[in-house]
């Protein structure tokens, strides 16, 4: 799941949940493998998606490890490279202020789910949430 779960951008940027999932049913049906655990694999994919609750200790896994930057030190250098990658893929201007507003709403809206990711992680995703929070006063 989590090899196939960023694969869909090659199609399509965003809401591409569904393209990540038909990469690994054709993938996963070439080489035979069980119909149950295809399904478990497209289950996990869909658990990346934007907000959603984790509903066992796999998708609370594969969560954390995808959103593991906002609760890193360099959090807003690598969430602004994603800015620019919107800008050169999409074609979209999007200004500072806007993408700093996207970003403090996932570090409102997320919270690590793991005890290591919490451990390790929350404490700082708190505090870029603060720092975030400061930068948009101004």
């Not at 090659?10 to 591409?16: D, F, G, M, Q, T």
């Not at 070439?30 to 509903?55: C, K």
Request: net charge neutral; with cysteine.
């Amino acid at each position: 799941a989590a090899l196939f779960h960023d694969t869909g951008f090659l199609k399509a940027y965003s809401h591409n949940e569904s393209i990540w999932v038909q990469y690994a049913q054709d993938y996963l049906t070439s080489v035979n493998w069980e119909a149950s655990r295809i399904q478990r694999v497209e289950r996990l994919i869909l658990s990346t998606t934007m907000f959603h609750r984790p509903t066992d200790i796999l998708e609370s896994i594969l969560q954390d490890s995808d959103l593991d930057n906002i609760g890193r030190k360099d959090c807003f250098v690598k969430t602004l490279l994603v800015k620019k990658e919107l800008s050169d893929i999409l074609k979209e201007r999007i200004t500072k202020r806007a993408w700093f507003e996207k970003t403090y709403e996932l570090l409102s809206n997320f919270s690590f789910h793991t005890a290591t990711a919490r451990t390790e992680r929350e404490p700082i995703r708190i505090a870029n949430l603060k720092q975030m929070e400061e930068r948009l006063k101004h």
